[in-house]
């Protein structure tokens, strides 16, 4: 089988065809996919219309064991798998702001792996952040000052009594919590495949630097947030029904676009499980 792969952006995405995930794939194939995932960061893998939920988990099983959402019901035989679902008369879609998936964990997870199932006619796109390279950005005095940093995050402005995940979406079964734990990672992250450094805090999960107070931990966090979703650090994903595309949630954020009122859309995820940031 012949693939293609096509940059999606100067900073991170790429396109691969001629993959048959339903069919799976042999070592070669694979090692061709995860050394684009590597190089970067979402990869779109087009045409993927018939895969079914062992298939997709088969896939994400090629990089690691699998996720179980801690506040979100998986699918009722899948529970690995999250049926991502906005319904037309939802205002509110998951994942409708900058984050990092599972940043809130102790482990938080490796990558995400997205199927798209059924899309609006128009809008929809996902926005992808290359934390990396917003590191690279940074003057070497901020870098000096951010080494030795850790972030508290927690699940608990999104999955709390008061969250907006767990409040406003009836289309998914998601449950909230009275108290949210909290986890510290440093806010300069290494990857453990390529040792590149990238920013690791997010606007959804991060809540302030560890040892700071949130008033005095807001101005550079807001700083860092601004700083890392600047347009040249991003990629777009327009998505076809069928498509699944997977990004690395070590060294990215993403941003699912809300803008097709009125219409339904249907994506069903895979996350694998990551290791602890250093």
């Given amino acids: 089988m012949s693939l293609e792969i096509i940059p999606l952006s100067g900073t991170l995405g790429a396109e691969i065809f001629g993959l048959d995930l339903q069919s799976g794939l042999s070592n070669a194939e694979f090692d061709r996919v995860h050394q684009a995932f590597l190089d970067h960061k979402v990869i779109v893998m087009r045409g993927q219309k018939s895969l079914q939920p062992e298939q997709h988990k088969a896939f994400a099983r090629r990089f690691g064991t699998l996720n179980i959402h801690p506040y979100v019901k998986g699918m009722k035989d899948h529970p690995e798998l999250l049926e991502i ?3 037309k008369e939802d205002k509110v879609n998951f994942g409708g702001g900058w984050h990092t998936d599972m940043s809130f964990e102790e482990t938080p997870a490796l990558g995400s792996i997205l199927h798209a199932i059924e899309m609006p006619p128009y809008g929809g796109d996902t926005l992808f952040a290359d934390q990396q390279a917003a590191y690279d950005a940074l003057s070497t005095g901020l870098k000096e000052t951010l ?3 850790k972030a508290v ?5 999104e999955y709390g009594v008061h969250g907006t995940s767990a409040m406003s979406r009836k289309s998914m079964d ?3 919590v009275e108290t949210a734990p909290e986890y510290e990672h440093p806010v300069v992250r ?3 495949e390529t040792g590149r450094k990238g920013l690791y805090v997010n606007p959804a999960f991060t809540l302030r630097f560890s040892g700071w107070s949130t008033r005095d931990s807001k101005p550079l966090l807001d700083y860092l947030f601004h700083h890392s979703r600047e347009e040249r650090l991003t990629c777009r994903v327009r998505w076809q029904a069928g498509d699944v595309t997977m990004w690395d949630n070590r060294c990215t954020w993403h941003y699912a676009l809300n803008d097709y009122p009125g219409h339904r859309r249907h994506m069903r995820r895979a996350t694998v ?4 940031p250093f």
């Fill in 85 to 87: 679902v906005k319904e």
């Fill in 147 to 149: 080494a030795g940093l």
């Fill in 153 to 157: 995050h927690s699940a608990s402005r």
């Fill in 174 to 176: 998601t449950s909230m």
């Fill in 190 to 192: 290494t990857h453990p």
């Fill in 273 to 276: 499980n990551g290791d602890k």
